[in-house]
């Protein structure tokens, strides 16, 4: 059961920049804030360069060298009421979030929003926020047994009147949620989201999301992860899409791109980096197969704490447009993606990069005896992202 469909629009997406620090683990200069202002600004240019979906992470306690951020699902609410058409995915934690909670919020949002609220849920690895709290703290693939839980009852209490859910970890009994979602064609509720590269986590991905999100991977090890995936959603009949991350260093030339890079990584904050990758090689390692995210990440990989580099989105508008549209030909449907100065790179992307791409796409479905559905196209302004961009233009602006 494949996922490969050349005639729909790749779609963008952003990481919200809620926590400080920017998306680097580096000294390098970062023209970007987790303030709430920023933010709000960055969503409305995102929206006008052709972003369909902005994704606001969650961490509870400081991380990644980050002393402060903003908690997601408030923080997304805002940013929907900030904008008309972006989509805003919130991240959760199973164990933190009670699902027929989360179900009550998510509806509001949807109606506040007109249709555009979403979740991914993350079955969490960082053990000291569960146990801070006095949570409690389960095995890696036990985690995934209560996350794929948490997602039956979720979409169950969006989409069904009297649903019960008798489970190990959550009981639920002949409720029904009133109001239901928004009515948006084509989508039978909010959007589930859902992240991991073990085993564990391609198998529930496949069983029971709507997207399969991946750390950053190159594109031998993301067709690894779709295979995964689509032989857990082919034995439940599903057809799950997919989603990779990728940080963005777009410039003029292949050797400014490459410079800033090694900019980036030279100027990595060391004891920050060492802290996390000790923490997330236990997680990694934690798995049965040893196949969890980061097992097999280097000290540059974690300088972009989800290993956006090995995507290698690096490069011209063009190089970088020709690697996103070999990444459609294996599979993937969505690019989540990350820079170091938000506003002007983000208005950058969708000027210099994102026609390139449609471009490309367009050759690509002929090839294939198809046509790109252009219909299916996101409505952009790049007049009025440019009037909101607040930070004098990069290198790569051109």
Same mark, same amino acid.
């Given at each position: 059961m494949t996922t490969l469909d050349l005639s729909t629009p790749l779609k963008f997406a952003y990481w919200v920049p809620n926590v400080s620090g920017g998306l680097v683990v580096s000294t390098i200069e970062q023209r970007t804030s987790w303030d709430f202002e920023y933010n709000k600004t960055l969503a409305r240019i995102a929206e006008n360069s052709g972003f369909e979906y902005a994704l606001s992470q969650t961490r509870y306690a400081a991380s990644y060298g980050a002393d402060k951020q903003h908690e997601a699902t408030s923080f997304s609410l805002g940013l929907l009421l900030a904008t008309e058409r972006l989509k805003v995915i919130a991240a959760v934690h199973p164990g933190m979030w009670h699902p027929g909670?989360?179900?009550k919020f998510v509806i509001t949002a949807d109606h506040l929003s007109n249709g555009r609220a979403a979740v991914n849920v993350v079955s969490g690895w960082l053990k000291d926020e569960f146990t801070g709290f006095g949570l409690p703290w389960l095995e890696h693939d036990e985690r995934y047994v209560r996350t794929e839980e948490f997602i039956r009852v979720l979409r169950g209490l969006w989409t069904q009147d009297h649903f019960s859910f008798p489970g190990k970890y959550y009981d639920i009994k002949d409720f029904t949620l009133n109001p239901s979602p928004v009515a948006v064609p084509g989508r039978p509720h909010p959007e589930i989201f859902f992240g991991g590269n073990s085993t564990a986590a391609q198998a529930a991905a496949g069983r029971t999301a709507d997207w399969y999100f991946s750390n950053g991977r190159d594109i031998d090890g993301f067709?690894?992860? /779709? %295979?995964?995936? @689509?032989? %857990? %959603?082919?034995?439940?009949?599903?057809?799950?899409?997919?989603?990779?991350?990728?940080? #963005? /260093?777009?410039?003029?030339?292949?050797?400014?791109? $490459?410079?800033?890079?090694?900019?980036?990584?030279? $100027? %990595?904050?060391?004891?920050? #980096?060492?802290?996390? =990758? =000790?923490?997330?090689?236990? =997680?990694?390692?934690? @798995?049965?197969?040893?196949?969890?995210?980061?097992?097999?990440? @280097?000290?540059?990989?974690? !300088?972009?704490?989800?290993?956006?580099? +090995?995507?290698?989105?690096?490069? @011209?508008?063009?190089?970088?447009?020709?690697?996103? !549209?070999?990444? $459609?030909?294996?599979? #993937?449907?969505?690019?989540?993606?990350?820079?170091?100065?938000?506003?002007?790179?983000?208005?950058?992307?969708? +000027?210099? #990069?994102?026609?390139?791409?449609?471009?490309?796409?367009a050759d690509l479905a002929r090839r294939h005896g198809t046509e790109l559905n252009t219909d299916l196209l996101p409505a952009v302004d790049l007049s009025a992202a440019a009037a909101v961009t607040t930070s004098p233009k990069l290198a790569v602006a051109r």
């Amino acid at each position: 059961m494949t996922t490969l469909d050349l005639s729909t629009p790749l779609k963008f997406a952003y990481w919200v920049p809620n926590v400080s620090g920017g998306l680097v683990v580096s000294t390098i200069e970062q023209r970007t804030s987790w303030d709430f202002e920023y933010n709000k600004t960055l969503a409305r240019i995102a929206e006008n360069s052709g972003f369909e979906y902005a994704l606001s992470q969650t961490r509870y306690a400081a991380s990644y060298g980050a002393d402060k951020q903003h908690e997601a699902t408030s923080f997304s609410l805002g940013l929907l009421l900030a904008t008309e058409r972006l989509k805003v995915i919130a991240a959760v934690h199973p164990g933190m979030w009670h699902p027929g909670v989360l179900a009550k919020f998510v509806i509001t949002a949807d109606h506040l929003s007109n249709g555009r609220a979403a979740v991914n849920v993350v079955s969490g690895w960082l053990k000291d926020e569960f146990t801070g709290f006095g949570l409690p703290w389960l095995e890696h693939d036990e985690r995934y047994v209560r996350t794929e839980e948490f997602i039956r009852v979720l979409r169950g209490l969006w989409t069904q009147d009297h649903f019960s859910f008798p489970g190990k970890y959550y009981d639920i009994k002949d409720f029904t949620l009133n109001p239901s979602p928004v009515a948006v064609p084509g989508r039978p509720h909010p959007e589930i989201f859902f992240g991991g590269n073990s085993t564990a986590a391609q198998a529930a991905a496949g069983r029971t999301a709507d997207w399969y999100f991946s750390n950053g991977r190159d594109i031998d090890g993301f067709r690894e992860n /779709i %295979a995964g995936v @689509t032989r %857990a %959603a082919a034995e439940a009949g599903r057809r799950p899409r997919f989603g990779l991350n990728g940080f #963005v /260093i777009a410039r003029d030339s292949e050797r400014e791109a $490459k410079e800033t890079l090694r900019e980036i990584v030279a $100027k %990595a904050h060391r004891p920050a #980096v060492e802290g996390f =990758a =000790a923490a997330v090689k236990e =997680a990694g390692q934690s @798995t049965k197969d040893g196949k969890g995210m980061w097992e097999d990440s @280097t000290f540059e990989d974690l !300088v972009q704490y989800n290993d956006g580099f +090995r995507t290698r989105l690096i490069g @011209t508008p063009e190089q970088i447009a020709e690697r996103i !549209v070999a990444y $459609k030909e294996i599979g #993937v449907n969505l690019f989540l993606t990350c820079y170091l100065h938000f506003q002007e790179e983000v208005a950058a992307f969708g +000027r210099d #990069v994102l026609p390139i791409v449609r471009e490309l796409e367009a050759d690509l479905a002929r090839r294939h005896g198809t046509e790109l559905n252009t219909d299916l196209l996101p409505a952009v302004d790049l007049s009025a992202a440019a009037a909101v961009t607040t930070s004098p233009k990069l290198a790569v602006a051109r």
